[in-house]
Antibody, heavy 120, light 107 residues
Framework: EGQLVESGGALVQPGGSLRLSCRGS????????FHWVRQVAGKDLEWVSA???????YYSDAVKGRFTVSRENAKDSMYLQMSNLRPGDTGVYYC??????????????WGQGTLVTVSS | EIVLTQSPGTLSLSPGERATLSCSPS???????LAWYQQKPGQAPRLLIY???RRATGIPDRFSGGGSGTDFTLTISSVEPEDFGVYFC????????FGPGTKVEMK
């Protein structure tokens, strides 16, 4: 079944940068795609980004050009480098294990979430 | 981009009642890529149904999903106290999008 644990959330000023991490355990990390999904205003779920097993990457229009997703299979980890942050990026960021390959998937396994707050 | 609309916004029910939640894509969905999640405060979403009607592992059979095109439903045949929370539908074709959620609360 496994587990995902996010870290790196913080309070950051508009225009700032932040790197989120997601570490997996209990499954073969390199065999799966992984996604970032955020929850804004405590309610709306919004897909952010995904990375495939071969390193192919996908982004929503809202973050394209500002966020970069990467993975390090040797450390069972995925990262989200966020730059030029805006107040609208505020939310809880979840990592999730993709059950289908590619940019579209449902998710059995989610992390507990990490809070990103963009405010001056 | 497909936009998902969920109705009703809030459903007030007593334990034992039947719940019917609706999810309507803005365009006809010609594949099976629709899922339902339950979320409780402070927790990540929990997968209930995927591929329109397939129940996720460990999900009780009182939960069922169905529909096609622009009309999908999640049905809880007899609501239990632990079923109260917010329910989201998700489309995961080429891209991923979520509906705004239906809150199921105790009457």
């Amino acid at each position: 079944e496994g587990q995902l644990v996010e870290s790196g959330g913080a309070l950051v000023q508009p225009g700032g940068s932040l790197r989120l991490s997601c570490r997996g355990s209990g499954f073969t990390f390199l065999s799966f795609d992984f996604h970032w999904v955020r929850q804004v205003a405590g309610k709306d779920l919004e897909w952010v980004s995904a990375i495939g097993t071969t390193g192919d990457t996908y982004y929503s229009d809202a973050v394209k050009g500002r966020f970069t997703v990467s993975r390090e299979n040797a450390k069972d980890s995925m990262y989200l480098q966020m730059s030029n942050l805006r107040p609208g990026d505020t939310g809880v960021y979840y990592c999730a294990k993709g059950e289908y390959y590619g940019s579209g998937s449902h998710y059995y396994l989610w992390g507990q979430g990490t809070l990103v707050t963009v405010s001056s | 981009e497909i936009v998902l609309t969920q109705s009703p916004g809030t459903l007030s029910l007593s334990p034992g009642e039947r719940a019917t939640l609706s999810c309507s894509p803005s365009q006809t969905v010609n594949n099976k890529y629709l899922a339902w999640y339950q979320q409780k405060p402070g927790q990540a979403p929990r997968l209930l149904i995927y591929d329109v009607s397939r129940r996720a592992t460990g999900i009780p059979d009182r939960f069922s999903g169905g529909g096609s095109g622009t009309d999908f439903t999640l049905t809880i045949s007899s609501v239990e106290p632990e079923d109260f929370g917010v329910y989201f539908c998700q489309y995961y074709g080429v891209s991923v999008t979520f509906g705004p959620g239906t809150k199921v609360e105790m009457k």
